[in-house]
């Protein structure tokens, strides 16, 4: 395991377990989004006994340790992905709102945080607000939906 993921359990108190383990490691082969049924069926497929509920929980507590991002395609269905320590590059999503396929993309992106650092500082001082990450989604069509 990355050593940067350990060091994110420990900032938090928490305690490595198998199926916490399990699903780092799905989301570190697969490298891609995953909704939370999705992953539930790989940690099954790799033979893991767990219940949905602490699939729930675990994705949760994932994201409140920044580890995971919570998406959100509109499809009604909680999304994750790796965060921005892991050596996933740093993107958004194109999202179609009828079939919920979701694009990454990272074009512009060094122009967009040139910005968004801006508009990150002025927040936090005027909210008082500690900003620790963003998320950008365009909803539209994509082509076999059109
Ligand atoms: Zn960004
Ligand atoms: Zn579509
Ligand atoms: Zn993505």
Redesign the pocket.
């Known amino acids: 395991m990355k050593a940067e993921w350990k060091k994110q359990f420990n900032r938090f108190n928490k305690r490595m377990t198998p199926c916490r383990q399990a699903i780092i490691d799905i989301f570190e082969e697969k490298r891609k989004h995953l909704s939370a049924e999705e992953v539930y069926i790989l940690l099954r497929k790799k033979r893991r006994k767990v219940g949905m509920a602490t699939v729930y929980r675990n994705l949760d507590l994932l994201s409140q340790m920044g580890l995971l991002h919570r998406l959100n395609f509109g499809d009604g269905k909680e999304h994750y992905e790796m965060a921005r320590i892991s050596p996933a590059k740093h993107h958004h999503h194109l999202v ?1 709102t ?4 979701a694009v990454d993309y990272s074009e512009l992106v060094g122009e967009e945080h040139e910005f968004l650092n801006r508009l990150e500082k002025k927040l936090g001082d005027k909210y008082d607000f500690s900003i620790q990450s963003h998320q950008i989604y365009f909803y539209g ?2 082509k ?2 059109r």
Request: charged share 35%.
């Open positions: 179609c009828r079939c919920g396929k069509l994509c076999d939906c």
